[in-house]
């Protein structure tokens, strides 16, 4: 067995793989236990026991790793989904924050309640002083470019959007395992087709297995909408599980059009891998 290991990692990295600042991105995603996703806090959907309101907040976890992708935009209604999924905050090894809006970040200090250990919290870099001097006690840790967050979670690093006509700094993630990349966003203020666009430049020879999260299309009009959509088939993205902020028109529009590529991914809902 050790063999083995010794034998992958040296095969993978004998590849010349892209570099990412230190980083080798063809050594990511070797590691093989299940990961599963739980979307905790999402405004669409249904479901028996979970709350649903508007923001979003996923758990990751597989053997070794437990990742919290947002917080929610209610503290109690946080906490009540929490104890809904059974999840025990202790466990939590990193937390990543995908932008400093209300309805991902106000479900942070239930978090901060929880963990018992010093837990990173990854932010975009813009936030990061914001978010420090609302939260002084947390492990803040800026993330500007893509990095490897923990286990086979990644960050895009800090990418620019607009809203109102005001910068907005945002991060995705994405979770590399085997030959495939599937990408999750918050609000995707930088919009959905350069995230995707930029994994695929961070992993040339892996293929996006999923684009999931909110897409911020709520205003956009069918036209902008068809032309989300055809880039993301251009992009050959294989599936996609639009939420959140994504818009009804623009939900309902993909689940037509992506037929059994679209996968109903909300409050409640796993998602693995
Ligand atoms: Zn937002
Ligand atoms: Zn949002």
């Given at each position: 067995m050790m063999k083995r290991r010794v034998f992958v990692r040296t095969f993978l990295l004998g590849t010349g793989g892209v570099m990412v600042r230190n980083y080798n991105v063809s050594a990511a995603g070797a590691d093989h236990d299940p990961i599963l996703v739980k979307?905790?806090?999402?405004?669409t959907g249904n479901h028996p026991d979970f709350k649903k309101e508007w923001g979003l907040a996923m758990w990751i976890e597989d053997n070794k790793h437990a990742i919290l992708f947002d917080t929610g935009g209610n503290p109690e209604t946080f906490r009540k989904n929490i104890l809904v999924a059974g999840i025990?905050?202790?466990?939590?090894?990193s937390v990543v924050i995908s932008h400093n809006h209300w309805d991902h970040i106000r479900g942070i200090p239930v978090v901060l309640d929880g963990i018992t250990q010093k837990t990173n919290i990854y932010v975009p870099a813009s936030n990061a002083p914001e978010i420090k001097s609302s939260n002084p006690f947390v492990n803040v840790v800026p993330v500007t470019d893509a990095r490897p967050i923990d286990g086979s979670v990644w960050s895009t690093g800090e990418m620019q959007g607009t809203i109102d006509a005001a910068n907005i700094f945002e991060q995705s993630i994405l979770i590399v395992r085997g030959n495939l990349v599937y990408v999750f966003t918050g609000c995707a203020h930088p919009g959905i087709v350069p995230i995707v666009d930029k994994a695929k430049t961070l992993?040339?020879?892996?293929?996006?297995a999923l684009a999931a999260g909110g897409?911020?299309?709520?205003?956009?009009?069918a036209e902008q909408i068809q032309e989300v959509s055809d880039k993301l088939n251009e992009m050959q993205v294989q599936k996609i599980a639009p939420s959140h902020c994504t818009g009804d028109k623009a939900i309902e529009f993909f689940r037509s059009e992506w037929k059994d590529r679209f996968i109903d991914f909300n409050i409640g809902d796993d998602y693995k891998i």
């Open positions: 979307m905790i806090y999402n405004n025990d905050l202790s466990i939590l090894s992993f040339p020879d892996k293929a996006i897409f911020h299309l709520i205003n956009k009009s």
